[in-house]
């Protein structure tokens, strides 16, 4: 292929000066050559190349082959091109990239093929520790049921037969689901494993702490936070990164897998005097309180009811539910706010915009209704819906 040999101090002016011309070639690289760089030419360009570039050495270089832009492109080294082309249409593009995890589902057309996917993501996925199957939540904490399948071990992408041959802590080590992510600067420890948490939530992280600014100022002080269903802490690590956004805290899940690692999220921005596992709720602080606990018995303890500002609700199934036992956390005679989600189908909005109405009185001066917002699908009938509250309590 024709390339244009330019020094390097002059690789940006000429590639630029090339692509307003139209005479670059279309995907192909910038080679290196010593000291010069090879620019690709098209097929368009004039032989020899006129001013401002003539002068300049013109060469033949052979391409790389060109890096695929798909996974799929990458399938065929594990699935025949017949088997492939059947299939069309069920192929997964979607999946879920959680730090060095890549977590995926699959349609029952194609689960044969399980590890073969897996293989072909893990080779595109080049800063990818393993690749998992994800089968979907279950239990009382619904925690992901997560199939281990490929693994990169020693720059190689390897699967389950090879994995099984390596020693059990290697093994073990290369199929943890224990990862960290990083949101809008924020790093979170994670465990799909063990403890609930979507990264596709982190939007709704982001605008709680929107939220949350707002209601601080309206207050003019630190505001508060009660999070029952915490989980692993990603909402309240997004606040705590803001200085002087939180006062007391409440951060609690019925989970201790994830408790656990919410002590070490909370550790990491600054909450002191924690327990060094996971314990029942107590008070770490002076009106921090972290641990163990069932929601539904929060308001109960004199020293948690019309303590908190801000009350997040993420138990999205059993939200309606749970809400008026949460409510006397709420702090009286002033404003305070509930965010909540609630997975709906769209046939039901309308009686669940009437009852959130209903429970969620008497609003704020000027405040807006709480009406379901819808977020994104949950699944082929219904919604994750959010919806916000802004409060007065006189007593």
């Not at 239990?139 to 699967?159: K, M, Q, S, T, W």
């Not at 897998?257 to 327990?275: F, M, S, Y």
Request: charged share 30%; aromatic share 6%; with cysteine.
């Amino acid at each position: 292929m024709r390339h244009l040999s330019v020094p390097k101090r002059q690789t940006q002016s000429m590639f630029l000066q090339l692509a307003e011309r139209g005479w670059l070639a279309p995907r192909a690289r910038v080679l290196e050559a010593g000291e010069e760089r090879l620019l690709p030419l098209s097929e368009e360009a004039p032989a020899p190349l006129p001013a401002p570039f003539e002068g300049l050495e013109e060469v033949d270089a052979e391409q790389p082959a060109p890096f695929p832009r798909r996974w799929l492109e990458r399938l065929p080294q594990w699935v025949s091109e017949e088997e492939i082309k059947a299939n069309e249409g069920y192929w997964p593009n979607a999946q879920e990239p959680l730090g060095d995890l890549l977590l995926f589902k699959l349609e029952k057309e194609i689960q044969q093929y399980a590890q073969e996917i897996a293989l072909a993501k893990l080779a595109h996925h080049r800063g990818v520790r393993a690749a998992f199957w994800d089968r979907g939540v279950e239990g009382e904490f619904r925690v992901r049921n997560l199939e281990p399948l490929a693994a990169r071990h020693d720059g190689e992408v390897i699967g389950r037969v090879e994995l099984d041959s390596l020693e059990p802590d290697v093994r073990t080590e290369l199929l943890s689901t224990r990862s960290r992510v990083r949101e809008h600067g924020v790093d979170i420890d994670i465990d799909p494993g063990t403890a609930f948490f979507s990264h596709r939530l982190q939007t709704e992280r982001f605008r709680t702490v929107d939220s949350a600014l707002a209601l601080k100022e309206r207050l003019g002080r630190p505001i508060a936070v009660a999070d029952p269903y915490c989980g692993v802490g990603p909402a309240l690590a997004h606040m705590l990164a803001h200085t002087d956004l939180i006062g007391d805290l409440l951060a609690s899940d019925l989970n201790p897998k994830a408790v656990e690692l919410l002590l070490v999220n909370l550790a990491r921005k600054g909450v002191t005097d924690l327990p060094d596992r996971p314990e029942p709720l107590s008070e770490v602080s002076p009106g921090r309180f972290v641990g163990i606990a069932d929601a539904l018995t929060l308001a109960d303890d004199p020293a948690l009811a019309g303590r908190f500002d801000l009350l997040l609700i993420n138990l999205p199934h059993d939200t309606l539910h749970h809400l008026p036992h949460l409510l006397p956390l709420l702090r009286r005679r002033s404003t305070s706010l509930v965010r909540g989600w609630v997975v709906a189908a769209e046939d039901d909005m309308d009686e669940i915009n009437a009852e959130l109405m209903e429970v969620l009185r008497p609003l704020a001066q000027g405040a807006p209704p709480p009406i379901l917002e819808l977020r994104r699908p949950y699944n082929v009938t219904e919604w994750l819906c959010r919806f916000e509250a802004w409060l007065e309590f006189s007593t």
